[in-house]
């Protein structure tokens, strides 16, 4: 009887591997030769079909988006074994992540291709990786499509729209976290841990014999050993494979209306950007950048050939990938200081040997002023300057730890949300902490992605012992997510919480005066207070502007009485330092 089952069971099992070799996973980019990009459901019910054919395969649904549906997350890998936290144990994993801007798709169609041929063997399948895509990321964006809105995009027929459900650009979403888009992406980020992130876009700020380049995540700013072997190793090899296979693949060519060959510096990728972010947590990143003028079938095979040498080279290199992000955490921690913000290294630069298109510039026919034209005839190689090394510009003393106060229970979630390790105070507990007064900051004067985003922001550092209560939050700066926590808590970072504007309650004053009331007052401080008084006529003396301002002379000596609230311009976020 047994030998009958077993039978069964193995001629059943040789008809369903017939079966699903023989099943039709054609996308509509191939069925239309090259023209169409798979609608946000075909794309869907695609990878659902894959899933159920291929037991490597598995698609979930997690969280929400802005578009009222999930975002889906579809993992492969070839031992059929989905757990991420005993996966990363041996397995090196690579996240893709798809349709961020939907009308650059050309990322979301090569990934179908890729992990259709790889689980029919089409492609050899990687030994030490598993792989993993977000199909389409911008999920409203993919839903709103048309054929227009990519002016100078060489196809597909339709394509989706760069703004989300509410508008956003999701590429810039990443830190402040705004759309539930943002927010369901940090969180597949920390279940799958990767150590290597691609980002698929398309680009167009010059014209160029290219159709793939590249934009790594800046090699100093990763830092370290991990920088080193981005910058010498990865990078190069991507190069050289993707040369043998005859793909042509440059540095993301950053210019705007001006000619190439003059030289441009590489793209720095703060962390309101996608591999900006990813940096933060010692993830090695990139994002690939076709160029849009060029046909979309080539673009879309580009990026296939692209992805398929990265995962040749994270599974060539898995041992060396594991070991120098282990120990970059402690690489980056054991530091006195961290840099905040980053300045090209004009001292050194790189040579490409470009492959560009002559152009001139010729008057226009429209406004009559100067325009650029290019000359796609006359193609050229030149060596051209290539500025990719960045040095420190702001650097800032490391704390032993950070305290916030628990109402701002804003930023306590998102700390939470990045698993940022924080321990509340049982007891109301006074401690003596250095502290940050916004000395100065500037403001955007148009809005930017929601926000009047702040920048060139400066700090005064004072001493003091202070106050904090049961319920206020003890955050370690020893722990996994020690970047995210310097690049959001400091101030003075690009894309800090106060540069995005999660602080502005304390920029504005709450209590103040009555002048008819303060004149009295402010003369007895200043006839008590002979420094002051020296201070204030020194003051009127030599500016002006202040001199002839009567309310901006009673608010000065305000702000230099006890009256002045302590908590104007007071930073809410107050540091521990090593002792």
């Known amino acids: 009887m047994r030998k009958i089952v077993f039978v069964f ?89 798809n349709g961020i801007h939907p009308g650059e798709s050309d990322g979301i169609d090569a990934t179908m291709l890729l992990f259709r041929d790889l689980v029919q063997s089409e492609i050899e399948m990687p030994k030490n990786v598993v792989v993993a895509t977000i199909p389409i990321y911008n999920v409203g964006g993919s839903l709103n499509r048309n054929s227009t809105t990519r002016t100078n995009q060489n196809g597909p027929k339709a394509y989706g729209f760069r703004g989300n459900a509410r508008n956003y650009d999701l590429n810039r979403d990443f830190i402040k976290c705004d759309t539930k888009n943002a927010q369901t992406f940090t969180q597949i980020f920390h279940t799958l841990k990767p150590d290597v992130f691609i980002d698929n876009h398309v680009s167009n700020g010059a014209n160029y014999q290219y159709t793939l380049t590249h934009l790594f995540t800046q090699h100093n700013k990763l830092g370290d050993k991990l920088g080193d072997y981005l910058h010498t190793e990865m990078m190069p090899e991507l190069e050289q494979k993707l040369k043998e296979k005859d793909w042509d693949i440059t540095p993301y060519v950053n210019v705007f209306n001006s000619k190439p060959e003059e030289g441009f510096s590489q793209f720095m990728d703060y962390p309101r950007y996608s591999t900006g972010y990813t940096t933060l947590f010692n993830t090695l990143g990139m994002m690939v950048e076709t160029h849009m003028l060029k046909p979309y079938k080539k673009r879309v095979e580009g990026t296939y050939e692209l992805m398929k040498s990265m995962i040749e080279i994270v599974d060539t290199d898995a041992k060396t990938i594991k070991t120098l992000r282990k120990h970059m955490h402690t690489s980056t921690r054991n530091n006195q200081h961290y840099t905040l913000d980053w300045e090209l290294d004009t001292t050194q630069m790189s040579k490409l040997n470009f492959k560009g298109y002559e152009a001139d510039i010729i008057k226009s026919k429209i406004t009559g002023f100067n325009r650029l034209k290019y000359n796609t005839s006359q193609p050229f190689t030149k060596t051209i300057p290539y500025q990719n090394y960045f040095k420190p510009k702001l650097k800032v003393e490391i704390p032993q730890a950070y305290i916030i106060p628990q109402g701002w229970h804003n930023i306590i979630t998102l700390l939470k949300l990045n698993n940022i390790e924080m321990t509340a105070f049982k007891n109301d507990t006074i401690l003596d902490v250095e502290t940050y007064h916004i000395k100065n900051y500037k403001t955007r004067e148009t809005p930017y992605e929601g926000h009047y985003q702040h920048y060139d922001t400066k700090v005064e550092t004072s001493a003091k012992q202070m106050l904090f209560y049961k319920g206020d939050y003890h955050i370690k700066t020893n722990q996994y997510g020690f970047r995210y926590v310097m690049a959001t808590l400091e101030p003075q970072a690009p894309d800090s919480f106060f540069n995005w504007n999660f602080f502005d309650t304390i920029l504005q004053q709450k209590e103040g005066f009555s002048p008819y009331v303060w004149e009295d007052q402010a003369l007895e401080l200043l006839n008590t207070n002979p420094k002051l008084k020296s201070a204030f006529e020194a003051r009127k003396k030599d500016n002006p502007i202040f001199s002839n301002d009567w309310y901006a002379q009673l608010d000065w000596l305000h702000k230099q009485s006890e009256n002045y609230e302590s908590a104007h311009l007071q930073y809410p976020v107050y540091r521990i330092m090593f002792n």
Do not use: M
């Open 9 to 97: 069971v193995l001629i059943l099992c040789c008809e369903t591997s017939q079966n699903t070799s023989k099943l039709n996973f054609k996308t509509p980019f191939e069925t239309s030769n090259g023209l169409e990009t798979a609608t946000y459901k075909e794309t869907i019910n695609f990878y659902y079909k894959l899933a159920d054919a291929y037991p490597e395969i598995a698609i979930d649904t997690i969280g929400a988006t802005d578009a009222g549906v999930p975002l889906h997350l579809v993992t492969l890998n070839p031992d059929a074994e989905f757990n991420f936290e005993t996966l990363r144990n041996n397995k090196r994993i690579l996240l893709i992540n």
